[in-house]
């Protein structure tokens, strides 16, 4: 059979977009070496920072680049062994304003770092979280900082452990933030804020002003976060001597969609309750719209109470009291540790305090 030749010579065919010719052309390490007058051993020392070269051949091996117009290759200085001087942001929904602050103060300390920050999404899904991390552990950042409740399922766990063990091996860190370390002698810097005290300092307040039938909005089984918010709740009850009714605890997420419609729910069923306590100050947002449809009044008919005091609790109508979380603290105390860590050895779990503040919608007439 005669040979068809003719898609082989015509690049257009064979699949060649424009600009590979130059793309092919570009310099590299050898380039650099040859230009500079250095070994091409000595261009990667430069590059990776690793190893102390002289200033004088470093200055002309940053002259022959400059030169040459060598882009560095990302993927070739992983293989090297150096990290690639960013920080990774890996996050739920950078959406929701609790993760926007806390990615505020992970940017901030980043920048003063002198690293660069790349924020990374996982929309909720665990499986998402981990193949975030081993891409940033191929990538070599200098830290990948996982924000967020952590699932309690030992499969994950596990697998989160091997990727700090990993990610150790190759000069980074995984930083956790707002969640429990995953164990004894596992490499990762731990920044939380305290969840359980938080929440029963919240259910206190409810209770010393009265209320006995509290309801609690938001409850997600198998994530750590709301597991220490439930604890706090039962917890206060029980130091106040209050039976607390199952029934009046709801299963969901923390969305306003979801407040609203499990405020409904719940005035739907006739349960008899006098305080909400929502999961999170925009599950609060939303039980406050279905308290309003249904002509309740909120102090006055039903007390409203939220966790994370975002700038949205300020801006409701009653204003929200709710559970105060130092947001950008978190951010920027991960990045500090995970960078500093082998100076600050000592400090790779923080916990951070949390409070209560008081505004309106738990206020009752004449307090």
Not at 17 to 39: C, F, I, L, M, Q
Not at 261 to 290: C, K, N, P
Request: glycine share 10%; net charge neutral; hydrophobic share 40%.
């Amino acid at each position: 059979m005669p040979r068809n030749t003719g898609a082989a010579s015509s690049g257009k065919a064979a699949g060649r977009k424009p600009g590979n010719e130059e793309r092919r052309d570009a310099s590299t390490v050898r380039d650099v070496a040859a230009r500079a007058g250095v070994s091409a051993s000595t261009v990667s020392r430069v590059l990776g920072g690793t190893y102390p070269v002289a200033a004088a051949t470093r200055a002309k091996v940053l002259r022959a680049m400059r030169e040459l117009d060598y882009v560095v290759n990302a993927h070739a200085r992983a293989l090297g062994g150096a990290t690639n001087k960013t920080v990774a942001f890996v996050v739920d929904d950078v959406t929701g304003p609790f993760y926007a602050h806390i990615a505020r103060g992970v940017e901030e300390q980043a920048a003063a770092e002198g690293r660069l920050c790349l924020l990374c999404t996982t929309h909720g899904d665990p499986q998402r979280v981990l193949a975030v991390v081993e891409a940033m552990r191929e990538q070599r950042a200098d830290a990948v900082i996982v924000v967020g409740g952590a699932w309690e399922d030992k499969a994950y766990q596990d697998r989160m452990t091997y990727f700090a063990q990993a990610l150790d091996r190759v000069g980074s860190r995984l930083a956790l933030v707002g969640r429990p370390p995953l164990g004894p002698g596992v490499p990762a810097t731990v920044v939380e804020y305290d969840n359980e005290v938080g929440a029963f300092a919240m259910t206190t307040h409810l209770l010393s002003q009265g209320h006995r039938r509290i309801a609690y909005l938001a409850r997600i089984n198998g994530l750590s976060t709301s597991s220490q918010r439930i604890s706090g709740f039962l917890r206060a009850h029980e130091s106040l001597g209050v039976e607390h009714d199952p029934a009046l605890i709801l299963e969901g997420n923390y969305s306003r969609a979801y407040g609203y419609q499990a405020a409904r729910q719940l005035l739907a069923s006739g349960a008899e309750f006098t305080a909400i306590f929502a999961g999170t100050d925009m599950v609060a947002a939303g039980a406050l719209q279905a308290l309003r449809e249904s002509g309740l009044r909120v102090p006055e008919d039903v007390a409203l109470a939220g966790f994370d005091d975002i700038p949205l609790a300020v801006d409701l109508y009653p204003s929200l009291t709710t559970v105060s979380v130092p947001h950008e603290e978190l951010g920027r105390s991960a990045v500090r540790l995970a960078l500093h860590r082998d100076e600050l050895p000592e400090s790779q779990h923080l916990v951070l305090g949390t409070h209560i503040v008081v505004r309106d919608s738990t206020r009752r007439p004449g307090h």
